[in-house]
């Protein structure tokens, strides 16, 4: 069994840290994560520049790049043989409904999931580590049970785990993404030079909370465990835009 490791928040980041030791004895762990935090960076590749790797102190690998990068150049360039399994995490925060489509975590596995491979998010629902081991003991838990009765073909698999102790978290749910409310707005300030800067503004509140949701689950103290898939087509407009677009060129 050889489990590729990577994240969002970067090599030095305690999830990852945490996940990876939560994960020993289960076979050959090799951890490539970015050298810096990039959070948010969705699936985003670097194509302006080279990418650099270096091997850090305990081993793991870290790529001046993005978490795509890192999961790209482990299975294109670094590794002698394809991973049976890709985990990513854990994250600092939680990465629920709209947040799938930002986060550099969800990213990371999905890049092993476009490869072949089933991959695993996992995300902590608080930032600041508040009981991050158990959260690991959960991803664990997750690992054996997919090694102990693996799923069918390439599946993706977005894990988010309350700030809970392991015996107080209620039963895992499988769930459907839940969906937010806009983000709040931008935050302007004034650099030393005067100029007018802007942060991006805080994640809105939760809008599809309902039963059945990763919102609903997490608030209620159980870990939520959403299958994805990357079909982005909408298939109910295929006709419709069929009629609209069926004339365009048509006389050429």
Aim: proline residues 6%; contains cysteine; aromatic residues 6%.
């Amino acid at each position: 069994m050889h489990i590729l490791v990577s994240n969002d928040d970067g090599y030095t980041a305690t999830g990852l840290e945490a996940l990876v030791q939560a994960l020993q004895g289960l076979g050959e762990l090799t951890v490539v994560a970015p050298e810096v935090n990039h959070s948010g960076a969705s699936n985003s590749l670097t194509l302006n520049r080279p990418l650099s790797l270096r091997q850090s102190a305990n081993g793991f690998y870290c790529v001046n790049g993005t978490p795509t990068d890192c999961v790209h150049v482990a299975l294109t360039g670094l590794l002698d043989r394809r991973p049976d399994l890709i985990v990513s995490g854990i994250n600092n925060g939680a990465n629920m409904g709209d947040d799938t489509l930002y986060s550099g975590t969800v990213a990371a596995a999905t890049e092993g999931y476009l490869f072949g491979i089933p991959s695993i998010a996992f995300s902590l629902e608080k930032k600041g580590w508040a009981h991050i081991e158990d959260a690991a003991r959960i991803a664990r838990d997750v690992v054996d049970r997919h090694l102990a009765q693996p799923l069918q073909g390439a599946v993706l698999l977005n894990v988010n785990i309350p700030n809970l102790p392991y015996e107080a978290m209620a039963p895992a749910q499988v769930t459907r993404l839940g969906k937010r409310h806009p983000s709040e707005p931008v935050v302007r300030s004034t650099t030393p030079y005067g100029d007018t800067v802007y942060w991006i503004g805080a994640m809105g509140a939760a809008l599809d909370a309902e039963p059945g949701t990763d919102f609903h689950a997490v608030q209620h103290g159980g870990v939520s465990i959403t299958p994805l898939r990357l079909d982005l087509t909408d298939h109910a407009q295929l006709d419709v835009i069929g009629r609209w677009a069926g004339p365009l060129c048509a006389n050429r």
